[in-house]
């Protein structure tokens, strides 16, 4: 077991990971959970979390205008990350629906050899959005929020819903956590702290009139901004390396208990073989009748 651990660690640190490729792709329009190629059930998922984070983010607007603070909706990463989680959602969403309802569409995804690029771009705006959502959950609650700012509906939905329902997105969908994808959410995190920084040089300010985004990523002080960037992607490496056992632990899981596929028996007539695709071992023969067998773990 500890030699399988370390093998299987290794090869999840290899360069090809980097990227997108990954199959089978129907992985992305699938849970982790569901027994039939197509699921009704998941689909309605998919479809009522991207009515409610489409809704989100009208609230979250609504309360901006209300408060007479829309100039300055866009410049905060709080609002960045609700829209992304409004446009995750509602793209996952159009892509288990015509997964679901164009049979030519699934087909086609069924015998693909590389994944679509809608799916890659999906892959990586859920990666994003994931980590973004959980580092914005924890450093609100526990470094910005203070006794001026009010625990009402608005502030509980875009700064602790958005981090409940995407951990929960984690362990129902399919698709893999790759371990060197922490570089897309730093990418992002990145350029919004290029943002900030052309936002300060702009003299630009916050809903107060004050000369920063916020306090801790304040350019007057670019010492402390720092240790708040350096900081923040010490936060999104640990968050990511989480989601990553999570997604592990959801896999081991599935095939422990839910994974019931009858497993045809060997004979002397077949020539076993062994060989790896995208982290997942497999062992397959033929007999020359045109079957094969595989285990995933």
Known sequence: ????????CKDELEVRNCGFAHLPAEEF?????????????FLLYRLALAIFFTGVVINSMVVSVERDEFSKYFIYLTHWGILLCMGTTVMGGVLVMIWFFHPEYSERIRNCDEMPNSFKIYWMVHNITLILSVCITIIYWTILHNETMPVDPNN??????NCVFMFLDLIIVAYPVRVWHVLQPISFGLLYCLFSVIYYAADGTDRFGRPYIYNVLDWNEPGKAMVTVVGTILLAMIVHMLMF?????RVKIYLRYCNHKPIIPTNSTLQLQTGKCDGISMVYGSDNKGFTIGERY
């Not at 329009?29 to 009704?40: D, E, M, N, P, Y």
């Not at 509980?156 to 819903?161: D, G, N, V």
């Not at 056992?245 to 632990?249: G, H, N, P, R, T």
């Open 156 to 161: 509980i939905l875009i700064h602790a819903c």
């Open 245 to 249: 056992a999570i997604y592990k632990l």
């Open 1 to 8: 077991m500890p030699n399988r651990f370390v093998s299987a």
């Open 29 to 41: 329009v699938k849970s982790q959970w569901q027994q039939r190629t197509k699921s009704i059930f």
